[in-house]
């Protein structure tokens, strides 16, 4: 099964981050609100939600924090 059809198949919700986050995160680095570019409806505070590039490529998976 490849990346793609992977993170179309997987139970979390997703967030799709800029192609300039993508180093970063793949390293295991933040991911801040202004990095995001879509996201799927629903997302809470301390959910679990897979990452992926513009392509549907999955990056890794995350802890949601929200802050305000």
Same mark, same amino acid.
């Given at each position: 099964?490849?990346?793609?059809?992977? #993170?179309?198949?997987?139970? &979390?919700?997703?967030?799709?981050?800029?192609? @300039? @986050?993508?180093?970063? $995160? #793949?390293?295991g !680095?933040?991911?801040?609100?202004?990095?995001?570019? =879509?996201?799927?409806? !629903?997302?809470?505070? !301390?959910?679990?939600?897979? $990452? *992926?590039?513009? =392509? =549907?490529?999955? &990056? =890794?998976?995350?802890?949601?924090?929200? *802050?305000?």
């Amino acid at each position: 099964m490849s990346d793609t059809e992977s #993170a179309r198949s997987s139970p &979390l919700r997703r967030i799709v981050i800029k192609d @300039a @986050a993508i180093p970063f $995160v #793949a390293r295991g !680095g933040r991911i801040f609100s202004r990095q995001v570019i =879509n996201s799927d409806p !629903g997302i809470e505070d !301390g959910e679990v939600v897979q $990452v *992926t590039d513009r =392509n =549907n490529h999955q &990056l =890794n998976s995350v802890k949601i924090f929200i *802050t305000q």
